[in-house]
């Protein structure tokens, strides 16, 4: 136990040091906390983790944020799930959706029904079932509605954003709510001599920036927990064998999609997210199956238009720390560990550190079994997270190239295998309770890639095949009709967007 937590120090800025800057203004410093980042202007920050996943719509309603203005200020579009191109074998394709397959029936989850339909002989894909999946097809999108009968009712989002722009957002955020930024260099990060808890960040001009409780977000460095702290990390490299990534921007030429896409390419994977003003593309890639300008190459030879800068090369390895909060110091976002961007977890992996280290905010000291419990939910997020991405890469049939030969046949976590295992018998998935995602998430990625069940849960049998028939019938023509009647994604950006401004206009007179 220490003595009451008053001064909170950020070291770093960047999408971990303003989520976390934005939250502790909107919670702690009107309690009496003081919060000071440290930044310096001469860092650059990694700045590609332009897609979320839906949690992030709770993140910014907690700190009260309008989604209009966010959208605006973001360059955002929305983002109803991701595409998964050539995964499963070249010329396979598949959306993995943020809402549910189909309404269920007699408590049993709608996939079992789904797969009794397809026993006796249907070729119906799953997606049909998808109020996501069809108007993510259909270039649409409109905002849930509350009545649980309604199809739209299952429409579920997140956002595509720029994330320096994001970053700039929360900053403007933070400081008008009291969070102080100090602009400059770390130097030395000081220790007790009596126990080694982090007393002070000394920056280059001499200056000394004390607190009570640290908050690593220095980046892949790990300058508190990793290089002061010497707290290990596991690499994750046999599981995620991609350590490399290269990101460009290039001109948007279309309207843009309400889905991000992920296109298996020789030694990895690229990506496309589509902005206002621009679309974001990288290539995650492994380096010990292709070297850097044949990978960069690979990238610039499949973007949809002309570049508009440079590339921006990445080097990382998979993994996590050990333990993310050690002594006064915690550790949020690449400074705790590093998943790569297939599903988007990033930025969730920040506000899941953020909002348990605002749970079990240590005011009146810190408690080693609160720091425990706070240990343990974080590594668990990232254990499920990690063996959600090996999934992808372990379920497909391609062997055309070493890479992928060497992610079909790796070993995998028994975690994993269970899962996998379970579902192929009988179609059935027990999410864990730190598990990141739903049924939903998992079916969608074991089906599109391959994984189809021996069989179904036996209550599905329950109604007849006449009943069967018409009420799959009936969800097929529901969801095609909802999604033929929503506006296009475009068009709903395009009026928010004028919304913000006319509002920012009006607030300004």
Known sequence: MTGTISRVVIAGGGTAGWMTAAALSRFLVPTGVTVELVESEQIGTVGVGEATIPGIIDFNRMLG????????????????????????????????????????????PFHHYWLRDRFRGSDQPLAAYSMCCQAAKAGKFMRPVSDPQSPVSQMRHAYHFDAGLYARYLR?????????????????????????????????????????????????????????????????????????????????????????????????????????????????????????????????????????????????????????????????GLSAGFLEPLESTSIHLIQEGVSKLLALFPRDGISQREVARYNSIIGNAYDYVRDFLILHYNATARGDTPFWDYV?????????????????????????????FSITSWVAVMVGQGILPRGYDVV??????????????????????????????QAFVDHLVKTASQKSQAHAR
């Open 65 to 108: 944020i309008d989604e209009a203005d966010f959208i605006a200020a973001t360059k955002g579009t929305f983002k109803l799930g991701i595409e998964f191109v050539d995964w499963d074998r070249i010329g396979s394709r598949y959306l993995h959706p943020f809402g549910d397959y189909g309404f269920d029936l007699e408590g049993v």
């Open 172 to 332: 403007d955020y933070a400081e008008k709510r009291g969070v102080t930024r100090v602009e400059g260099r770390i130097k030395t990060v000081e220790q007790s001599a009596r126990n080694g808890t982090l007393t002070a960040l000394e920056l280059d001009d001499g200056r000394r920036i004390e607190g009570d409780l640290f908050v690593d977000c220095t980046g892949f460095r790990a300058l508190l927990i990793g290089e002061t702290l010497g707290v290990d990390y596991d690499d994750w490299r046999s599981y995620l064998p991609c350590d490399r990534a290269i990101a460009v921007p290039c001109e948007k030429i279309d309207a843009a999609a309400p889905y991000t896409r992920a296109t298996a390419r020789g030694a990895g994977w690229q990506w496309r997210i589509p902005l206002q003003h621009r679309t974001g593309n990288g290539y995650v890639y492994s380096s010990a199956f292709m070297g850097d300008d044949e990978a960069e190459a690979a990238l610039l030879a499949n973007l949809d238009a002309a570049t508009l800068g440079p590339t921006n090369k990445l080097r990382f390895t998979p993994g996590r720390r050990r333990s993310v909060w050690e002594k006064n110091c915690v550790a949020i």
């Open 408 to 436: 079909r046949t790796m070993e995998v976590p028994d975690s994993l295998t269970e899962t996998v295992e379970l579902f192929a018998e009988n179609g059935r998935f027990f999410a864990h309770k730190s598990d990141l």
């Open 460 to 489: 599905a049998d329950s109604i007849t095949e006449q009943d069967l028939t018409a009420t799959l019938a009936s969800m097929r023509q529901t969801y095609a009709q909802a999604a033929s009647k929503m506006p296009p994604h």
